[in-house]
């Protein structure tokens, strides 16, 4: 019997933490076809946090040094992208832009890119 041809697996290859947790965030990004949320960093074993403080992405790498992390904001803030690479962040991210927007961040955190919203540069 031959194998099933790879691109009718299910590809969800990509674990998404979203801290503090955001049931319905968490379902927008769980229909994209390559993202999983998780909600743990020690079980989930994340490629990509989303957070919604930058006091936390120190947190979240010293759990999980190899994971990339987004900081989620509504609006620009002075100092606020500065201050996330600064705590080792990934980039700045809209919290309330389209899902699609905020997936393809992340898949391009998880390939070790700089990630900043148009929308939000100082």
């Known amino acids: 019997m031959d194998e099933m041809p790879r691109d009718h697996r299910p590809a ?10 955001d049931p319905a965030l968490a379902v927008l990004l769980g229909l994209q076809p390559d993202l999983e ?3 743990d960093v020690l079980t989930g074993g994340p490629h990509v946090a989303l957070v ?5 992405v120190a947190d ?3 759990e999980a040094p ?3 992390v987004l900081v989620m ?12 690479l600064a705590a ?3 980039g700045l991210v809209l919290r309330d832009g389209p899902v699609e927007d905020l997936a ?6 998880s390939m070790g890119e700089t990630v900043v919203d148009p929308g939000l540069k100082e």
Not at 12 to 21: M, T
Not at 52 to 56: L, Q
Not at 73 to 84: C, F, I, K, Q, R
């Open 52 to 56: 919604d403080d930058v006091a936390t």
């Open 66 to 68: 190899e994971c990339a």
């Open 12 to 21: 969800k290859s990509l674990r998404v933490l979203l801290d503090p947790p």
């Open 104 to 109: 393809a961040a992340v898949r391009r955190a």
């Open 37 to 39: 949320v998780v909600t």
């Open 88 to 90: 080792g962040a990934s």
């Open 60 to 62: 979240v790498l010293a």
């Open 73 to 84: 904001t509504g609006s620009a803030h002075p100092g606020l992208l500065v201050a996330a």
